[in-house]
Structures are given as C-alpha cells and as structure tokens.
C-alpha cells in the first residue's frame, strides 16, 4: 500500500456515528461515571478525542511511537527543550529558523541551558563540537532560510555514541518526502502551520518521538505546561493532513521550475533549492527526500536590502507575509522579517545575507508565477538605473 493511500486511511471513521469526518469535540471536561472513572478523558488539557486522533495520525506519518499536539510550533520547540536540564548543552544548525534561536537564546541561556551552533552540513563539525555536555543536538533540514541538507543517519549515529537526542525539525519536507525517524532521530518537530495545515488558516505544532517512553515524557509537558492544541484546530490539521501527498507534490513541481527559473536569471546571484544539481548538499537531499520541497531562496547580484525590497514589495501573486506552506504563493525577506532577532554578523555568516528573498512556492499555474517574478525583478535594475541617474545629476549639480 502506497504511502498516500495509507496517509487518508489512517484518518478513522468516528466509531459512535460512522461520520467519514473526524469530530470536533469542543468541551472542557467530561462526565464520570464515578471519581476517576471515565471513557479515557477527564479534562481536555490533558486529553481530547479530536486532538487525540491528530496526534494518534501524525505519530503513524512519521513512523513515530507517540505524539504531542501543541498550540504552535514554538510551543512543540519548547516542549523539547524542557527535556533538558540546568547545565546541558544543545548542538544546533547554525542556519536556524529565528523563533527557535530567540527561544533559546533569550528564554533557556538564562537557566544554564547552553548553545552551540555549527554547520551541520559537514558532519565532521558535529564530531568536532559534541561533549559529554550535550544533551540534544537540533537540526532543521532542509533549514530555513538557506535550504541547508543535514545528513540525518550519519548525525543520528554520532548521537546514539555520544547519548545525546537528535530532534529533527522536518517542517520544510514533511512527512511526505522525509520521515527522520526511519533515519534514526529521536524526535521530530512541525510547525503544522506550515505544510501540514496547508492552508494558512491555523497556528500548530506537533512532537513525535521514536519511543513511548520519550513520548510519555512530552505528553506530560504537555499537559503540566499547558500549550495545547485546541480541538478546532486539530481538526483543520486533520483536514489539512488528507490533501499533504497531494499537495506537496505540486508545490515541488511548481518549486522546481521556479529555481532553474532564477538559476538562468541574470539578476540574480545564487539559488538555494536542494532540488538543483548545483546544490552543495543535493546528493544527500537526494538520497533522504523523496522531493525537493515548496521553498525556493535565492540573493541579488545587487546584494543589498534596497534591492531585495524591490522584488519583495513589487510582485502581484507572491504575497509578501511570514509563513510559508499554503495554497497560495508567499515570499519574504528574512533578514528583516523572520531571521530579524538573530545578530547580524551571525545572520549573515549562516548565509541570510541582506538581498535573500525566501519564496514558498504555491499552487497556482507555474508560468503565472514566473511572469510575477519576472516583472518584480525588472523593477531592481529600474531602480539602479534611477538610483544612477540621480547619482549623477547631484555629481554635476555640484
């Protein structure tokens, strides 16, 4: 049975009625039939059937033991860092999503939770930087913006030898095209914002865990913390989940052709897209991705801000806005958007430099958004030429 097929027929029909719908169930609490006798649910912080089945559907996707189902990805983030302790030490990719490096920097650096951030592209940096104080080492891959590939099973394997879990944060490919538990992480993150939901109407996050017994330890910061998924959203996810093989297919196919688009585009200077042969890691996304994903970054010849907002403030069906992973097309420019709490000299040695644009490649016709494109890069060399002209006219005014 193909993966696709298995991903609908996993979603139950509702036992109590036969609705082909998975049930909203909006309540706070249930009724007992005496003190601590109950249908499985007591209290819906701790429990509740919607949310129950997303998680019961996402743990399956991911080849999973156990899931958690959180109000938004950072909330899922922070649940897993709440595994650790005073003292421990997290190795992360340098090229992080910029909510996860001000969780860590500004949140858990205060309680003696320390951080090290390396290029995971190269396995033999993590062997350089692990210690025995390395409790957890966070990948993204593909990360976000610069489409970086980690190795999964060569890092999971470092890991293992050195006890320390590997969590991977998989909310560029999905469970779709890459499922890093089979690779050997321990845990896996989504903003189910994303991909996931699919169609930008819901905040989400989701943790899966290879074993029942890391699951248990997510499930009750889960409920202690108290950051939970609410049964309407669950729902939508739910929905979102039946329509993702679908979906991420075409956003790949779309997203591919975006690339070689920008890679013959004379103004720009480097595209990031794992998909491209040109790729330094594409051998490695080849091997653990089924596809290349939806995202598409690429940086200006003219490799300035200004430039960078003249593409991004001037497209039509590209929506400029955060997020990314929905029906319609987005773009961003995240030096000054998403990746704007990360230093500077730290943005920019990750490779976000100040003309990357992040696209997330919709579903709309292909040839529709690369017209878009093409008229909103027209407008950088516009504004050289006038940007010149009046350079020049001030040079004689003088």
């Excluded at 595994?83 to 650096?109: K, N, P, Q």
């Excluded at 097309?329 to 943005?347: E, Y």
């Amino acid at each position: 049975m193909s993966n696709a097929t298995k991903l609908i027929h996993s979603i139950p029909v509702d036992p109590l009625t036969g609705s082909i719908s998975v049930p909203i169930y909006q309540t706070s609490t249930f009724v007992q039939d005496a003190p601590g006798e109950h249908k499985g649910f007591d209290y819906a912080r701790s429990n509740n059937p919607t949310r129950a089945t997303l998680e019961k559907v996402i743990a399956q996707l991911e080849e999973g033991k156990a899931a958690s189902a959180f109000a938004s990805g950072l909330a899922a983030i922070d649940a897993v860092v709440k595994l650790l302790e005073s003292g421990d030490e997290i190795l992360a990719v340098d090229d992080i999503y910029g909510g996860a490096f001000r969780l860590f920097t500004h949140i858990y650096a205060k309680f003696g939770i320390t951080v090290n951030y390396v290029d995971t592209t190269d396995v033999m940096n993590v062997i350089d930087a692990i210690n025995p104080r390395t409790k957890l080492i966070w990948l993204e891959t593909p990360t976000n913006p610069t489409l970086k590939i980690s190795d999964i099973e060569a890092i999971a394997k470092i890991a293992k030898q050195n006890e320390s879990l590997l969590c991977v944060d998989n909310t560029f490919a999905s469970p779709a095209l890459q499922q890093p538990i089979k690779l050997g992480a321990d845990i896996v993150v989504h903003s189910a914002t994303k991909y996931l939901g699919g169609h930008s109407d819901l905040i989400a996050g989701l943790v899966i865990t290879k074993t029942q017994e890391l699951g248990d330890k997510i499930k009750f910061i889960q409920n202690a913390s108290g950051a939970i998924l609410s049964p309407h959203d669950s729902w939508l996810v739910i929905r979102g989940i039946e329509t993702l093989h679908l979906r991420v297919r075409e956003h790949s196919r779309n997203a591919l052709i975006v690339a070689k688009f920008l890679h013959s585009h004379p103004a720009v200077k480097r595209v990031y897209y794992p998909g491209l042969t040109t790729h330094p890691n594409h051998d490695i996304a080849a091997r653990q991705q089924s596809k290349y994903g939806g995202i598409v970054s690429f940086t200006l010849k003219d490799d300035t801000e200004f430039a960078a907002k003249d593409v991004v403030c001037n497209t039509n069906l590209f929506k400029l806005a955060e997020s990314l992973g929905g029906v319609k097309s987005l773009l961003c420019h995240p030096a000054t958007m998403t990746h704007k709490s990360i230093p500077v000299d730290k943005r920019q040695a990750a490779g976000v430099s100040d003309s990357l644009i992040r696209l997330s490649v919709g579903l709309e016709d292909v040839d529709d958004l690369l017209q878009d494109l093409e008229q909103a890069l027209a407008k950088v060399s516009v504004s050289k030429k006038q940007s010149r002209k009046s350079s020049t006219k001030k040079q004689f005014s003088n």
